[in-house]
Protein backbone atom coordinates (compact mmCIF):
# COMPACT_ATOMS: atom_id res chain seq x y z
CA UNK A 1 0.00 0.00 0.00
CA UNK A 2 1.31 3.34 -0.69
CA UNK A 3 0.41 6.78 0.25
CA UNK A 4 -0.94 7.75 -2.74
CA UNK A 5 -3.56 5.03 -1.80
CA UNK A 6 -4.25 5.96 1.06
CA UNK A 7 -4.43 9.35 0.84
CA UNK A 8 -5.49 9.84 4.79
CA UNK A 9 -2.92 7.50 6.14
CA UNK A 10 -0.59 8.73 8.73
CA UNK A 11 2.66 8.72 7.53
CA UNK A 12 4.96 8.65 11.09
CA UNK A 13 5.86 5.41 12.11
CA UNK A 14 5.46 4.38 15.68
CA UNK A 15 8.47 3.35 18.11
CA UNK A 16 8.03 -0.39 19.25
CA UNK A 17 7.50 1.19 22.84
CA UNK A 18 4.29 3.15 23.33
CA UNK A 19 4.47 6.90 23.81
CA UNK A 20 8.07 6.55 22.23
CA UNK A 21 9.38 8.41 19.34
CA UNK A 22 13.01 8.13 17.65
CA UNK A 23 13.76 11.48 19.29
CA UNK A 24 12.64 10.60 23.00
CA UNK A 25 13.92 6.67 22.44
CA UNK A 26 17.61 8.60 21.36
CA UNK A 27 17.77 10.72 24.52
CA UNK A 28 16.33 7.55 26.98
CA UNK A 29 19.75 5.76 25.49
CA UNK A 30 22.05 9.07 26.07
CA UNK A 31 21.06 9.71 29.31
CA UNK A 32 21.18 5.57 29.92
CA UNK A 33 25.26 5.42 28.57
CA UNK A 34 25.82 8.38 31.29
CA UNK A 35 24.30 6.58 33.68
CA UNK A 36 26.28 3.46 32.87
CA UNK A 37 29.89 4.99 32.48
CA UNK A 38 28.78 6.54 36.12
CA UNK A 39 28.41 3.45 37.49
CA UNK A 40 30.96 1.52 36.17
CA UNK A 41 33.32 4.64 37.30
CA UNK A 42 31.40 4.09 41.14
CA UNK A 43 32.99 0.35 41.15
CA UNK A 44 36.17 1.83 40.40
CA UNK A 45 36.41 4.31 43.07
CA UNK A 46 35.52 1.71 45.98
CA UNK A 47 38.47 2.21 47.68
CA UNK A 48 38.76 -1.31 49.42
CA UNK A 49 36.36 -4.41 48.46
CA UNK A 50 38.21 -6.45 51.26
CA UNK A 51 36.41 -4.77 54.80
CA UNK A 52 33.96 -6.88 55.75
CA UNK A 53 30.62 -5.75 56.49
CA UNK A 54 30.63 -2.20 54.69
CA UNK A 55 27.80 -1.54 52.92
CA UNK A 56 29.20 0.80 50.29
CA UNK A 57 30.85 -1.32 48.31
CA UNK A 58 27.86 -3.70 47.97
CA UNK A 59 25.69 -0.38 47.18
CA UNK A 60 27.67 0.00 44.15
CA UNK A 61 27.56 -3.02 42.95
CA UNK A 62 24.03 -2.98 43.72
CA UNK A 63 23.71 0.10 40.97
CA UNK A 64 25.60 -1.70 38.36
CA UNK A 65 22.95 -4.41 38.80
CA UNK A 66 20.13 -1.81 38.50
CA UNK A 67 21.85 -0.28 35.82
CA UNK A 68 22.43 -3.32 33.50
CA UNK A 69 18.65 -4.91 34.59
CA UNK A 70 18.04 -1.19 32.41
CA UNK A 71 19.44 -2.19 29.55
CA UNK A 72 17.46 -5.42 29.77
CA UNK A 73 14.35 -4.28 30.38
CA UNK A 74 14.73 -1.89 27.47
CA UNK A 75 15.58 -5.11 25.05
CA UNK A 76 12.57 -6.91 26.23
CA UNK A 77 10.28 -4.17 25.27
CA UNK A 78 7.38 -2.67 25.96
CA UNK A 79 5.90 -5.45 28.44
CA UNK A 80 9.12 -4.79 30.45
CA UNK A 81 8.16 -0.90 31.17
CA UNK A 82 5.71 -2.09 34.58
CA UNK A 83 9.07 -4.40 35.84
CA UNK A 84 11.24 -1.54 35.24
CA UNK A 85 9.21 1.03 36.92
CA UNK A 86 9.11 -1.11 40.08
CA UNK A 87 12.31 -2.04 40.30
CA UNK A 88 13.43 1.76 40.05
CA UNK A 89 11.03 2.31 43.40
CA UNK A 90 12.95 -0.77 45.06
CA UNK A 91 15.87 1.33 44.02
CA UNK A 92 14.52 4.74 45.76
CA UNK A 93 13.51 2.86 48.80
CA UNK A 94 16.73 1.02 49.20
CA UNK A 95 19.18 4.50 48.55
CA UNK A 96 18.84 5.62 52.08
CA UNK A 97 18.76 1.91 53.51
CA UNK A 98 22.34 2.59 52.61
CA UNK A 99 22.52 5.04 54.91
CA UNK A 100 21.12 3.19 57.43
CA UNK A 101 23.46 0.60 57.14
CA UNK A 102 26.49 2.49 57.08
CA UNK A 103 25.55 3.87 60.35
CA UNK A 104 25.27 0.51 61.91
CA UNK A 105 28.37 -0.54 60.27
CA UNK A 106 30.45 2.38 61.87
CA UNK A 107 32.74 1.72 64.74
CA UNK A 108 32.11 4.30 66.68
CA UNK A 109 28.39 5.54 67.31
CA UNK A 110 29.59 9.38 68.68
CA UNK A 111 26.84 10.98 66.19
CA UNK A 112 24.08 8.49 67.80
CA UNK A 113 21.12 10.90 66.74
CA UNK A 114 21.95 10.83 63.57
CA UNK A 115 20.19 7.75 63.19
CA UNK A 116 16.96 9.48 63.31
CA UNK A 117 17.53 11.42 60.46
CA UNK A 118 18.67 8.33 58.25
CA UNK A 119 15.12 6.66 59.37
CA UNK A 120 13.27 10.30 58.76
CA UNK A 121 15.19 9.93 55.24
CA UNK A 122 13.95 6.21 54.79
CA UNK A 123 10.70 7.08 55.63
CA UNK A 124 10.46 9.58 53.05
CA UNK A 125 12.28 8.16 49.97
CA UNK A 126 9.98 5.14 50.65
CA UNK A 127 7.03 7.49 50.64
CA UNK A 128 8.00 8.85 46.96
CA UNK A 129 8.58 5.39 45.74
CA UNK A 130 5.43 4.58 46.98
CA UNK A 131 3.88 7.53 45.00
CA UNK A 132 5.63 7.08 41.98
CA UNK A 133 4.23 3.43 41.54
CA UNK A 134 0.72 4.26 42.84
CA UNK A 135 0.24 8.27 41.19
CA UNK A 136 2.93 9.53 38.85
CA UNK A 137 6.24 8.53 38.04
CA UNK A 138 7.44 11.68 38.71
CA UNK A 139 7.49 11.15 41.83
CA UNK A 140 10.21 8.49 41.06
CA UNK A 141 12.22 11.04 39.22
CA UNK A 142 12.24 13.63 41.53
CA UNK A 143 12.80 11.28 45.11
CA UNK A 144 15.57 9.76 42.64
CA UNK A 145 17.33 12.60 41.75
CA UNK A 146 16.58 14.52 45.61
CA UNK A 147 18.24 11.71 47.00
CA UNK A 148 21.04 12.50 45.06
CA UNK A 149 20.81 16.49 45.08
CA UNK A 150 19.71 16.82 48.75
CA UNK A 151 20.59 13.72 50.68
CA UNK A 152 24.33 12.52 49.05
CA UNK A 153 25.07 16.45 48.91
CA UNK A 154 24.18 16.69 52.44
CA UNK A 155 26.32 14.22 53.84
CA UNK A 156 29.29 15.02 51.77
CA UNK A 157 31.73 15.77 53.85
CA UNK A 158 29.27 16.34 56.91
CA UNK A 159 28.80 12.53 57.98
CA UNK A 160 31.84 10.61 60.15
CA UNK A 161 29.92 7.18 58.65
CA UNK A 162 29.45 7.97 55.31
CA UNK A 163 32.59 7.92 53.14
CA UNK A 164 33.06 11.36 50.97
CA UNK A 165 33.68 9.01 47.74
CA UNK A 166 30.50 7.15 47.99
CA UNK A 167 28.35 10.34 48.74
CA UNK A 168 29.73 11.65 46.22
CA UNK A 169 29.09 8.57 43.90
CA UNK A 170 25.69 8.14 44.75
CA UNK A 171 24.91 11.39 44.10
CA UNK A 172 26.14 11.35 40.30
CA UNK A 173 24.32 8.18 39.70
CA UNK A 174 21.26 9.07 41.33
CA UNK A 175 21.51 12.88 38.89
CA UNK A 176 21.87 10.66 35.74
CA UNK A 177 19.54 8.19 36.93
CA UNK A 178 16.55 10.65 37.66
CA UNK A 179 16.93 11.79 34.64
CA UNK A 180 16.95 8.78 32.73
CA UNK A 181 13.47 8.22 34.65
CA UNK A 182 12.19 11.79 33.38
CA UNK A 183 13.30 10.84 29.96
CA UNK A 184 11.23 7.51 30.55
CA UNK A 185 7.60 8.86 32.36
CA UNK A 186 6.16 9.27 28.60
CA UNK A 187 7.17 5.05 28.41
CA UNK A 188 5.13 4.99 31.71
CA UNK A 189 2.43 6.32 31.21
CA UNK A 190 0.99 4.23 28.51
CA UNK A 191 2.28 0.80 29.97
Known amino acids: MTIADEPNMKTIAKAEVPGLTKAKNS ?14 WTLYMVPSWQVPGDPF ?92 FAWDLWHYKNSAYIPDWYAVACMLVDLALGAYVAARIPAYREA
Request: aromatic share 14%.
Open 27 to 40: IQIGVLIAVSIIAV
Open 57 to 148: PLAAVVGAVTVACLWLARWLGSWAIKFERTMLAGFLVAMPLVYVMGWFAARDHAASSWIWVELLGLALFAAFAALGLKNSPWFLAIGIAGHG
